[in-house]
């Protein structure tokens, strides 16, 4: 059985840093794409980051906002976790942030997707 579990959230000033981490068990994780998304109250989910099974990354480089210049994706296969490190936090990344994880099954082509519970992040003004 598949597990996602995300934490690492909580209460933080403006301006502070906190590193979200998502620990997964329950398949290859070193073969699976990891993803960040959070979700604003009464907003839509919008993706934040990625790292590849390859260690490539991306991040969300829309013009509204300045997210890859603050947060940094990584991956410790070792321990099957992944890691959000958000510095400069403002008020508007305040969000409860889940993980995505895309397994890819070789022997079928097939993608499965997993999402956590989520984790929680206030940035107080």
């Known amino acids: 059985q598949v597990q996602v579990v995300e934490s690492g959230g909580g209460l933080v000033q403006a301006g502070g840093s906190v590193t979200l981490s998502c620990q997964v068990s329950g398949l290859t994780f070193s073969s699976s794409d990891v993803a960040w998304h959070r979700q604003a109250l009464g907003k839509e989910r919008e993706f934040v980051a990625k790292?590849?099974?390859?260690?490539?990354?991306?991040?969300?480089?829309a013009s509204d906002n300045d997210m890859k210049d603050r947060f940094t994706i990584s991956r410790d296969n070792a321990k099957n976790t992944v890691f959000l490190q958000m510095t400069n936090l403002k008020p508007e990344d305040t969000a409860v942030y889940y993980c995505k994880v895309d397994e890819f099954t070789a022997s079928t082509g097939l993608v499965s997707t997993h999402w956590g519970q989520g984790t929680q992040v206030t940035v107080s003004s």
């Open positions: 790292i590849r099974s390859s260690g490539r990354k991306t991040y969300n480089e």
